[in-house]
């Protein structure tokens, strides 16, 4: 408990997290810090482990040691349904919907548990007001009301991606974390995108993988290096853009 | 703002317009079945409109789990079996306790059957889906239909449990002797469960099992355990599997090892499967269809069942939404308003088609009589099963209806593709 106090201020704490398959260490000793509020963005060359530590973190696999502390609570070990109902929501670096349902379906069945009504089978769900308004309002949000009626399979790729943010926020998480949200994007497809996550995860903890490093740059608060399942540096962009193991590391050829 | 608050009122408008078409074809399906046994009164179709009944609870029930949460149950016969059993235990206690429950009600008890067993199983049975839970569900099946041969104080043994609903205490003057008074039973039952099925459906629980079905791993990113989703979905299924199984046992006065055994639950998929999965009414058409063909061509033929098999695999290569999927498919073209340019080709392709499958019926029929040389009657026409006229009718039938109906169905075919365009250019997602 003293250590929960202390670490108040984190939204997400990972303390010496090691992720092995067999011998095969993915993860390496993985300490990372996320303040409340705070826009952090995890970059790293491919294979350096972006993914897998956002699967450590939201529960989608389990660390071999080490422990993940969300608000200050141990959530390492916990099913990802227990970490998404204590307020941290994902998204899935391949788009990740339900599509056979709708549009407005999908958003609907994210935002359904928040909104307290779980697995409630005497309910009308086309009659929860509170459900119908948010829906309508996260659809609005992602502009997609006008393709609501649309079986989430038959959207174009962008719209897709748009809609798993959507989905990612529907439920009022106050950690949102978003795997390469506008890979495969053009640009101009990145543009919006990016004001997309910007304006929805105003207020919130917003923890991000991109390798679009303009999109890294322009959004976060902090970043971090992570290169071969460890974080090597950690900081503002501008202490990243400077320091020498990570231009040595990573940045490199995009530095100059 | 603004945006979000037409869009909900455009919700509000969509349900206040489409509730009326919505209510006539509910009160329409309930017209036809009080009205059916008045327009078809003789004993065997008030028999074979009984038959349906169950079926059509049966396969909306099956369809809980493999259309809604995506479930695939090789013993959902199970629950039928179990709830008839318990159907016919809790009749004949009433009559030996002389408890005042009328008949009724007798199949909510055949209900409570299947959901205790569900209750009880249910949650190992649901914890994976797909291949684990398939092969559990077939081995579950096995395991309870054995069982039900070796425990026989419970099951009867061979011979079942038998009981006599007509002792039950008289309901509105009804002895339920008759089986109009039966049929009119099972219909109200029918109703009942099919608006309750009906109503889960549009529940956040019956939304979740949808999304389940769909990504049981996103599922668990939006709040919700899927093992948990599964396991109610599996008892709302065991609960009316059970009411149907109870109906049954009012209808034949005997449940036994039969109702439970994998016939049984071969059956429901198949006629949920005929019918359409990915609709809520699909499994109602293909309970209609199946139980008519079952009765109807078992009295016209002994390999009834292997054209049983041939109907089934034909939907699943050709058209794996089901009767209710072909239907639908249809429905951005009526609304389109370009229905019209497809049905000629539709028209065109009727004769080849029925010629081909004749020559198939032909061919099928003179293989199954050869030995006994038993008359084939084919729409008024008799063949001798051992004459070369028969077998040489058979195969020009075969090879040139083949021939020409694949013809005629890429002609459906192109002009399918002509009309979808032009629904899809006016805005009708197909």
Not at chain 1, 5 to 24: D, T
Not at chain 2, 255 to 277: D, E, H, R
Not at chain 2, 369 to 382: H, K, M, P, V, W
């Amino acid at each position: 408990m003293s250590g929960a106090v202390s670490e108040k201020g984190a939204a997400i704490e990972v303390r010496a997290v090691e992720k092995r398959f067999g011998n095969v260490g993915i993860i390496r000793d993985l300490n990372l810090s996320v303040a409340q509020g705070e826009r952090h963005a995890i970059i790293g060359p491919n294979g350096a482990g972006k993914s897998t530590t956002f699967n450590l973190i939201s529960g989608h696999i389990k660390p071999t040691s080490g422990e993940v502390r969300l608000n200050g609570d141990v959530i390492s070990g916990l099913r990802p349904f227990e970490i998404n109902r204590r307020g941290l929501s994902r998204s899935f670096q391949v788009t990740n919907v339900f599509a056979r349902m709708t549009v407005w379906e999908n958003v609907r069945c994210a935002v359904l548990w928040a909104t307290g009504h779980r697995y409630a089978f005497w309910k009308n769900v086309d009659s929860l007001p509170e459900v119908r308004e948010r829906t309508a309002q996260i659809l609005d949000d992602i502009h997609l009301t006008h393709r609501r009626d649309v079986p989430a399979g038959l959207l174009t790729y962008a719209e897709q991606r748009e809609l798993e943010i959507g989905i990612t926020i529907a439920g009022g998480a106050t950690v949102v974390m978003l795997d390469e949200p506008t890979a495969g994007m053009s640009h101009a497809e990145t543009d919006r995108a990016v004001s997309l996550i910007r304006r929805l995860t105003e207020g919130k903890t917003l923890v991000i993988v991109e390798h679009d490093m303009s999109v890294v740059f322009g959004l976060a608060d902090r970043i971090s290096v992570l290169v071969y399942g460890h974080i090597i540096a950690s900081g503002t962009p501008e202490e990243i853009r400077r320091d020498p193991k990570v231009k040595e590391a990573y940045l490199g050829e995009e530095a100059h | 703002m603004t945006t979000a608050t037409t869009s909900t009122s455009k919700v509000a408008a969509d349900t206040s317009g489409g509730s009326l078409r919505f209510y006539s074809v509910w009160l329409l399906g309930i017209a036809a079945l009080i009205v059916l046994p008045m327009i078809f009164s003789s004993g065997g179709s008030l028999t074979s409109f009984s038959l349906i009944g169950i079926a059509i609870v049966f396969a909306l029930s099956y369809n809980i789990l493999l259309g809604q949460t995506g479930l695939l149950s090789f013993g959902h016969a199970v629950h039928y079996g179990l709830g008839g059993f318990a159907a016919c235990h809790m009749m004949n206690a009433v009559v030996s306790h002389g408890w005042p429950i009328p008949l009724p009600f007798i199949p909510l008890f055949g209900g409570l059957g299947g959901l205790i067993f569900a209750v009880i199983i249910g949650w190992v049975m649901t914890k994976r889906a797909g291949t684990v839970f398939a092969m559990i569900s077939l081995g579950i099946g096995e395991l309870v239909a054995s069982s039900s041969l070796i425990l026989r104080s419970v099951f009867g043994g061979e011979s079942g449990i038998t009981t006599d609903r007509t002792a039950l205490p008289k309901m509105l003057g009804w002895s339920f002797g008759p089986q109009l008074q039966v049929y009119y039973l099972i219909a109200f039952w029918l109703v009942l469960s099919t608006i309750a099925m009906y109503a889960l459906t549009r529940t956040p629980l019956g939304r979740i099992s949808n999304a389940v079905r769909d990504n049981p791993e996103r599922v668990q990113f939006i709040g919700y355990d899927p093992h948990v989703v599964r396991y109610l979905a599996f008892c709302f299924a065991g609960f009316f599997a059970g009411v149907a199984g109870g109906l049954a046992a009012i209808n034949f006065e005997i449940a036994n090892s039969a109702y439970l055994g994998a016939i049984q639950s071969g059956f429901v998929l198949f006629s949920t499967f005929i019918g359409g999965t990915a609709y809520f009414f699909g499994p109602i058409l293909g309970a209609i269809m199946v139980t008519y063909l079952q009765l109807g061509l078992a009295n016209l033929t002994s390999a009834w069942q292997l054209y049983f098999g041939i109907i089934f695999i034909g939907i699943v290569m050709f058209s794996p939404g089901g009767i209710a999927g072909l239907l639908m498919m249809h429905r951005p073209l009526v609304r389109a308003g370009t229905l019209w340019t497809v049905i000629p080709s539709y028209l065109v392709a009727v004769v080849p088609t029925l010629a081909f499958a004749c020559g198939v019926i032909l061919t099928i029929e003179t293989v199954a009589r050869y030995s006994t040389g038993e008359a084939i009657n084919l729409f008024g026409i008799g063949f001798k099963p051992t004459s070369p006229i028969t077998w040489i009718a058979a195969a020009v039938l075969v090879v040139g209806g083949a021939f020409i109906a694949r013809l005629s169905w890429r002609q459906i075919a192109e002009a399918w593709d002509r009309a979808a365009t032009i629904a899809r250019d006016r805005g009708y997602v197909a």
